[in-house]
């Protein structure tokens, strides 16, 4: 039990500043392609999917960076059960990142090829979630390179 404390501590220790770069902190709430989001790219609670109905409101630093630890750990625990391999924290934090941005489904996506220690595949995987709203974006380019460089450090 105490080391996967440790293993947890060390990812969540490399994972908090790379959100904060890479998400950017919002302080009232922003549309975001399909969501109401605010702090560090979290959904605004009880918001509706509707560009239109601005849920209003704010949220501290603090109180972002609780929200979206809880998130990361949601699927921490859902991911850890699916890969069967070692990953070191900062493996762990790079996977973790991609997840929070785009989904633990499709996280699971990238599952079969670090299990397989394929990561020619994993890279291309990786690389591929590039779109929002239907269209390719630079952020989300320089996101899954940054994500890369920290999972193959």
Same mark, same amino acid.
């Given at each position: 039990?105490?080391?996967?404390?440790?293993t947890?501590?060390?990812?969540?220790?490399?994972l908090?500043?790379f959100?904060v770069?890479?998400?950017?902190?919002?302080?009232?709430?922003k549309?975001?392609?399909?969501?109401w989001?605010?702090?560090?790219g979290?959904?605004?609670?009880?918001?509706v999917?509707?560009? #239109?109905? =601005?849920? $209003?409101g704010?949220? &501290?630093?603090?109180?972002a960076?609780?929200?979206a630890?809880?998130?990361?750990?949601?699927d921490?625990?859902?991911?850890?059960?699916?890969v069967?391999?070692?990953l070191?924290?900062?493996?762990?934090?790079?996977?973790l990142?991609f997840?929070?941005?785009?989904g633990p489904?499709?996280?699971?996506?990238?599952?079969? #090829?670090i =299990?397989? $220690?394929?990561?020619e &595949?994993?890279?291309?995987?990786?690389n591929?979630y590039?779109?929002?709203?239907?269209?390719v974006?630079?952020?989300?380019?320089?996101?899954?390179?940054?994500?890369?460089?920290?999972?193959?450090s």
């Open positions: 039990m105490a080391a996967i404390f440790l947890a501590a060390s990812w969540k220790q490399v908090q500043p959100l770069k890479w998400e950017g902190f919002l302080q009232f709430p549309w975001d392609f399909k969501q989001s605010w702090g560090y979290s959904r605004v609670p009880g918001s999917d509707d560009p #239109a109905i =601005n849920p $209003g704010q949220i &501290t630093r603090a109180a960076m609780i929200e630890l809880k998130h990361v750990v949601k921490y625990e859902y991911l850890k059960q699916l069967k391999v070692h070191k924290p900062k493996q762990w934090a790079a996977l990142s997840s929070y941005n785009l489904g499709n996280a699971d996506n990238l599952v079969s #090829a =299990n397989m $220690g394929d990561n &595949t994993l890279r291309q995987k990786w591929s590039i779109m929002a709203g239907g269209t974006k630079q952020y989300l380019i320089d996101r899954r390179a940054a994500e890369w460089e920290l999972y193959s």
